[in-house]
Nanobody, 122 residues
Framework: QVQLVESGGGSVQAGGSLRLSCAAS????????MGWFRQAPGKEREFVGR???????YYADSVKGRFTISRDNAKNTVYLQMNSVNAEDTAVYFC????????????????WGQGTQVTVSS
């Protein structure tokens, strides 16, 4: 079973930056597409972005140009670099894994981390 643990969440000022990390267990980590999702209070969990095992990335329009996803397969870790954050970025951020090459659907992701809170202050 793959275990995912997010870290790096916290409070950040609007316009600032924050980097989230997701550490994964399992030697087969590199074969998974890794996704980032977020859930704000009163809202459904939404897709943020994903990165395939080959490094191909895709982002939701809401974060495109501001967030960057990368992965270090040697360290079994995926990152979410958040730049130019705003109040709408406040949410619990989740790391997840899927065997699908490309998916933005929550139900396709089998493994999930516990989430890490990101709060953007003004």
């Amino acid at each position: 079973q793959v275990q995912l643990v997010e870290s790096g969440g916290g409070s950040v000022q609007a316009g600032g930056s924050l980097r989230l990390s997701c550490a994964a267990s399992g030697r087969t980590f590199s074969s998974y597409t890794m996704g980032w999702f977020r859930q704000a209070p009163g809202k459904e969990r939404e897709f943020v972005g994903r990165i395939s095992w080959s490094g191909t990335t895709y982002y939701a329009d809401s974060v495109k140009g501001r967030f960057t996803i990368s992965r270090d397969n040697a360290k079994n870790t995926v990152y979410l670099q958040m730049n130019s954050v705003n109040a709408e970025d406040t949410a619990v951020y989740f790391c997840a894994a899927t065997s699908h090459f490309q998916s933005s659907q929550i139900y396709d992701y089998v493994y999930w981390g516990q989430g890490t809170q990101v709060t953007v202050s003004s």
